[in-house]
């Protein structure tokens, strides 16, 4: 089975200590154009699809049965991407991507890191996400994408910025993941370095023998 990598982002590396490191892809798509909250959410899908697409020679299936009773593997999930995207959010709700560098004084942004595992149909994505949001408001300044982490954690930015992180995973189904799953926290450096710490736990549960995929549909923006 043919394993493929991708990793995007479009707001630079993360320069904070214990983030992963993502470079430039020579085949980088733009991020999407989504404007909506509610484009940036995962979708489940139908037993049906999920069949078709992971396991079609399954049998005994009743029409109570779920996506879960496909007992779908992390192993059968073959493609991989990490994202970062940033979006300015308008006063009236919208998103709009930002690129490169943004003036900040009084707005609002969302920031995205997502490590997705999937299979591709055509150019859907069904599998899992593993999600940080970062939700801050900017009082004054200006933000410099490339630099994005090592901006917001800097302590003469620390009053400029004020936010929260908070941490989802999407598809998987596995009990200790509760226990993976951080209440949301103000956002500071320190914070930060924590979340992508649950972050490498719970990619450690994609495989982990107690696991079943239960595949979304996942968002192409987020």
């Given at each position: 089975?043919?394993?493929?990598?991708?990793?995007?982002?479009?707001?630079?590396?993360?320069?904070?200590?214990?983030?992963?490191?993502?470079?430039?892809?020579?085949?980088?798509?733009?991020?999407?154009?989504?404007t909506t909250q509610?484009?940036?959410?995962?979708?489940?899908?139908?037993?049906?699809?999920?069949?078709?697409?992971?396991?079609?020679?399954a049998q005994n299936?009743?029409?109570?049965?779920?996506?879960?009773?496909?007992?779908?593997?992390?192993?059968?999930?073959?493609?991989?991407?990490?994202?970062?995207?940033?979006?300015?959010?308008?006063?009236?709700?919208?998103?709009?991507?930002?690129?490169?560098?943004?003036?900040?004084?009084?707005?609002?942004?969302?920031?995205?890191?997502?490590?997705?595992?999937?299979?591709?149909?055509?150019?859907?994505?069904?599998?899992?996400?593993?999600?940080?949001?970062?939700?801050?408001?900017?009082?004054?300044?200006?933000?410099?994408?490339?630099?994005?982490?090592?901006?917001?954690?800097?302590?003469?930015?620390?009053?400029?910025?004020?936010?929260?992180?908070?941490?989802?995973?999407?598809?998987?189904?596995?009990?200790?993941?509760?226990?993976?799953?951080?209440?949301?926290?103000?956002?500071?450096?320190?914070?930060?370095?924590?979340?992508?710490?649950?972050?490498?736990?719970?990619?450690?549960?994609?495989?982990?023998?107690?696991?079943?995929?239960?595949?979304?549909?996942?968002?192409?923006?987020?």
């Amino acid at each position: 089975m043919k394993t493929k990598h991708r990793f995007y982002t479009g707001a630079g590396a993360l320069l904070l200590a214990g983030a992963p490191v993502l470079t430039w892809a020579a085949n980088a798509a733009p991020a999407q154009q989504c404007t909506t909250q509610a484009a940036l959410q995962n979708q489940s899908i139908k037993v049906d699809e999920a069949k078709a697409l992971f396991v079609p020679k399954a049998q005994n299936l009743t029409s109570t049965s779920t996506t879960k009773d496909l007992l779908i593997s992390g192993d059968q999930l073959n493609e991989f991407e990490a994202t970062l995207t940033t979006y300015e959010v308008k006063a009236d709700g919208t998103l709009k991507v930002l690129t490169n560098s943004a003036s900040a004084e009084g707005q609002d942004f969302l920031t995205i890191y997502s490590f997705k595992q999937y299979r591709s149909d055509g150019s859907n994505k069904y599998g899992i996400s593993i999600r940080l949001d970062i939700t801050y408001h900017s009082s004054s300044g200006a933000i410099s994408l490339p630099n994005l982490f090592g901006f917001l954690s800097a302590g003469g930015n620390t009053s400029k910025f004020q936010g929260t992180l908070s941490l989802s995973a999407h598809g998987l189904v596995n009990s200790k993941i509760a226990a993976l799953l951080p209440v949301p926290a103000k956002l500071d450096d320190s914070a930060a370095a924590q979340y992508f710490s649950y972050m490498g736990a719970l990619k450690g549960l994609i495989t982990d023998k107690d696991t079943t995929i239960d595949p979304v549909l996942l968002s192409p923006c987020a």
